[in-house]
């Protein structure tokens, strides 16, 4: 049984920083990628970030330059976190981890972010 655990989303004003964290823990192998994205209110899903194999980094055109993704192993769990910097009233919405294998696509219970102007 796979577990992921978001926390760090909150209540910020345009122009100031977040720093979500994701940490996986469980049975983990296999993972081809990890990710972050994020559901506005009406709107579908979208990609934030990904991280492959721990060095490849991609990121919507909305977010970078103001996003960084990194992601850290420790003993039997891993963690990927999401610097938000230069915080934008669009950038409002729920957050959710996403960790992709081989065999399953895991999902976070989703994080708030929310960007005041």
């Known amino acids: 049984q796979v577990q992921l655990v978001e926390s760090g989303g909150g209540l910020v004003q345009a122009g100031g920083s977040l720093r979500l964290s994701c940490a996986a823990s469980?049975?983990?192998?296999?993972?081809?990628?990890m990710g972050w994205y994020r559901q506005a209110p009406g709107k579908e899903r979208e990609l934030v970030a990904t991280i492959v194999s721990g060095t490849t980094r991609n990121y919507a055109d909305s977010v970078k330059g103001r996003f960084t993704i990194s992601r850290e192993y420790a003993k039997n769990t891993v963690t990927v976190y999401l610097q938000m910097n230069s915080l934008k009233p669009e950038d409002t919405a729920v957050y959710y981890c996403n960790m992709n294998t081989t065999f399953y696509d895991y999902w976070g219970q989703g994080t708030q972010v929310t960007v005041s102007s």
């Open positions: 469980g049975t983990i192998f296999s993972i081809n990628a």
